[in-house]
């Protein structure tokens, strides 16, 4: 009998990762011990992979050892808890299928009735009632990108992964020539060394502003934040923008929210539609590169009532001026 598992979980948000690791400790006997550890660790009792990064060269060079035991951990809400061949659904309450898979492969008691007391570690002695889990909001998938202290991560979704970021450098690798729509299942989780060292090697490297304002602006299925018309805007960081029809409208709108302006007037003054104007907000505001203003910092306001007396010149020399210091 296994008095202790070294048990490593990869591929999760980290709301799922402590529900799973939760559900373990609930499964197994009091009198086992665990070790949560990472994929880098020598002796692994028991992987739980997101099933998205199983086929993973990483991933199946580890399982390329017959010791370790595993579970491919499958977002199912109707099949939650049951475990069919080497799959385990999530989200679940019911520990009994996970209970005897342990029982049998890894703590080998036999007879064990399912009735397990309450772990010491805080975890609670009814099994707690978990409901399916929503999609993680985007705007917190991106916060988590745009966190320094974060390192490297992965993005992924429903279909699998889809780039590799590195926090403190604002760097993504990326498979070269690939199109990437982003969707509402768009994800993120942390990258071991072993992963990192795989992808960097194989895969192109792109700067991450210039790279997600591209996918952003091109994935017609991601909901964007919402944005009020009658708020003040300011870019501060300016998106290189593709050469496309788009980008004189882009230049634009930059040169104005460069200023800090109301949404509502650049709207106005440039004849956009509401789409076209709170698109570019939203954008902007996903990727950190700019913030709502007080009206103190609004400046753009003192060009529009130029305008409105003929003088829109000023703002024209703006944006050429812009767009020869950007070599645009």
């Known amino acids: 009998m296994k008095s202790i598992l070294n048990i490593a979980v990869f591929g999760l948000s980290l709301s799922t990762l402590d529900h799973i690791k939760t559900q373990v400790l609930l499964a197994l006997p009091s009198s086992t011990q665990v070790q949560w550890v990472n994929l880098a660790e020598k002796k692994i009792d028991l992987l739980l992979v997101n099933d ?30 049951r475990i069919i061949g080497d799959q385990l659904f999530y989200p679940f309450s019911n520990l009994e299928h996970l209970h005897e898979w342990l029982s049998e492969k890894l703590v080998q008691v036999t007879a064990m009735p399912f009735s397990l007391p309450a772990r010491e570690m805080k975890v609670p002695p009814i099994f707690p009632a978990i409901t399916p889990q929503v999609d993680i909001s985007i705007e917190r998938v991106f916060t988590e990108i745009f966190t320094p202290r974060n390192g490297f991560i992965q ?19 990326v498979d070269a020539g690939k199109t990437i729509q982003l969707n509402s299942t768009l994800n993120q989780t942390y990258a071991t060394a072993q992963f990192v060292q795989e992808i960097t090697k194989h895969k192109e490297v792109y700067d991450l502003r210039v790279w997600l304002w591209k996918v952003v602006n091109a994935s017609t299925d991601l909901k964007l934040p919402m944005v009020d018309l009658n708020k003040n805007f ?25 200023q800090g302006a109301k949404i509502r007037d650049v709207k106005h003054f440039l004849n956009l539609s509401h789409d076209q104007i709170l698109n570019f907000v ?35 020399s703006f ?8 070599g645009l």
């Open 282 to 316: 939203s954008c902007a505001v996903l990727l950190q590169l700019g913030r709502f203003v007080n009206q103190n910092e609004v400046k753009f306001q003192e060009d529009t009532k130029q305008v409105e007396s003929g003088q829109g010149h000023k703002l024209r």
């Open 155 to 173: 993005l992924f979704d429903a279909s699998g992964f889809l780039a590799l970021i590195d926090t403190r450098t604002e760097r993504v690798w």
């Open 52 to 81: 998205v990064f199983f086929n993973a060269p990483g991933i199946q060079k580890i399982l390329s050892n017959p010791q370790i035991t595993y579970l491919r951990l499958v977002k199912k809400v109707e099949y939650a808890g």
């Open 319 to 326: 944006i050429g001026k812009l767009r020869k210091k950007l």
């Open 234 to 258: 300011k870019l501060e960081i300016w998106p290189q923008f593709e050469r496309d029809l788009k980008r004189n409208e882009f230049l634009k709108m930059a040169a104005c929210f460069s």
